[in-house]
């Protein structure tokens, strides 16, 4: 296992300076939580880990190799490495939960779709969906479909696993079962994980280490205790989740 590090980032689409110098080390089998507000460029930084996004200035590692600069299909192992979880579940609604789990089994391991399917079905397990395997994606709440999700990410058995607010939009029970889920996979399986969210509960539940963006830079990069005993006032409005203070909306 290995680490992945953000070196002096920059990205800025148009006028909007989204990055402006981020630097950050993500290190193996963590739960790394990245806070911040809306449109603090958080979800911005993780894409440019697996290609979806090149920063104007700065470099990405991975195990200390520079993939930066690397093109489309060099990023093909890479993001085997470190899956991503989107926001959305983004699961085919005319697919069974097993079928859309075997979709990338079959697709990158050219396996028969017997033996696709057992994985699959393997997957589904480790998220305490196997039982639905045979059922479709409609069938569920956000919560179940983000398990889901996060089953058909782990087929190619990732490092490193990017969760895009994975509990954002959906009931408090199943927040705490991704949240379990996350724990789980770091706890058992080794894996890395980077959290994007402004979920305070998760953050404050489950997480190992966190980094605060605002307006593009990094403010603080810590535990869970260095940010409830920090004292910049932006930390703590957001960590408090108060209306009044000196964070700009």
Known sequence: MGSIEFRNIYKSFGDNHVLRGVDLQVDSGEIFFVIGQSGAGKSVLVKHLIGLLRPD?????????DVTDLKEKQFYPIRKRCAMVFQNS????SMTLRENVALPIRK?????????AERADAELEKVGMKRYAERFPADFGDGMRKKVAIARALTLDPEFVIFDE???GIDPI??????DLIKHLSDHLGVTSIVISHDLRSIFGIADRIAMLYQGKLILDGTQEEFK???DPIVQQFIQGLPDGPMEV
């Not at 983004?90 to 609604?93: E, G, R, S, Y």
């Open 166 to 168: 994975p509990t954002t």
């Open 174 to 179: 199943s927040a705490a079962m991704v949240d």
């Open 108 to 116: 990158h391991l050219g396996v028969s779709e017997e033996e696709a």
């Open 57 to 65: 200035q700065g470099r990405v590692f991975l195990d200390g190799q």
């Open 90 to 93: 983004t699961l085919f609604d």
């Open 229 to 231: 005993n920090s004292d």
